[in-house]
């Protein structure tokens, strides 16, 4: 299949416009545009700087099958991991602009294992909950640390950062839309 053709898939299957993914993935419009057109065949750098803006992999992008019903279950190993800094995730579900995903930050060793090193914004909405540990949220001008049990819910649109400052491991079960 096209690569034009299978990002045009990938993207309507998360229920995206062309002008959400390129929000997402910070590229043009028109570059979305002509890819998905098949007028224009994308650099490996410039499709991972895309695929970034979706929950998959450069390997997944490739193999997926879009006629392929999703699966019902699945084990830890056949699940999306990232790892970055000192956060671990796999992802439980993806589809139609909703993510659901199981986050571990790693226990504070004098640098907190964060989302980001600053505050950032992106789009969509975010909603979590602490299943162990606790983790220091700031949003906007707001800053709470939350205990297990407690979570959280924001506009991404907002300046936010969410970090473990904790000496000990945060699991949180978190989705984004």
Known sequence: MPIGRRLQLLRERNGWSQREL?????????????IEQGRVS??????????AGFPVSLR???TFDPDAEAPVFFAVGEMETRQFGGLNSRRLFAHQG????HVVYEASTGEAASSSPSLY????????VIISGQLEVTVGGQVRVLQAGEGYQFDQTRPHCIR???EEECVVLSVSC
């Open 42 to 51: 994308p650099s490996i750098s410039s499709l991972e700087k895309i695929l």
């Open 98 to 101: 909703v993510a659901v995903t």
């Open 22 to 34: 390129a929000k997402r993935s910070g590229v043009t419009n028109s570059v979305i545009s002509t």
């Open 164 to 166: 473990n400052l904790a």
């Open 60 to 62: 997944e992008f490739f």
């Open 121 to 128: 914004q992106r789009d969509g909405m975010t909603v979590g």
